[in-house]
């Protein structure tokens, strides 16, 4: 099964000075095993944190070797829908967090993340998170 991975794995993996080594583990092995994707705006935010340069292209380079989900309507109505659904149970989010999640569930995906958020969010939507 693919796996959706979240901005801030990719950021703790490349720009953490002392990564969690479970965290690299896991990476490494869906990426080993062809199962890591991105989609669009998790690829923005990455390279959004990086100064035009070289290591922006080093950056983009390495994104590129990727498996990028290509957003459709229905991941966007998905997320919008995701987003009322725990609003309305006093859960709050962003957008790129509901986005993940609507992708996620509507390409049968699981999400690799460390941002405790979605812990909240897989109470309310039928996400499957990484363990």
Known sequence: MKVLVDTCVWSHALRHKNP??????????????G????????KQELLSG?????QFEKLKDILSSFEEIQLKNIHFEKAAEFC???R???VQGSTIDFLICSVAHSENMIIFTIDKDFENYAKYLPIKLIE
Do not use: H, T
Not at 35 to 42: C, F
């Open 35 to 42: 199962r890591a994707v991105l989609i669009g705006p998790i």
């Open 88 to 90: 309305s149970k006093g």
């Open 20 to 33: 969690d080594k479970n965290i690299i583990k896991k990476l490494s092995d869906l990426i080993n095993d």
């Open 84 to 86: 009322n659904v725990c």
């Open 50 to 54: 990086m100064r035009p340069s070289a």
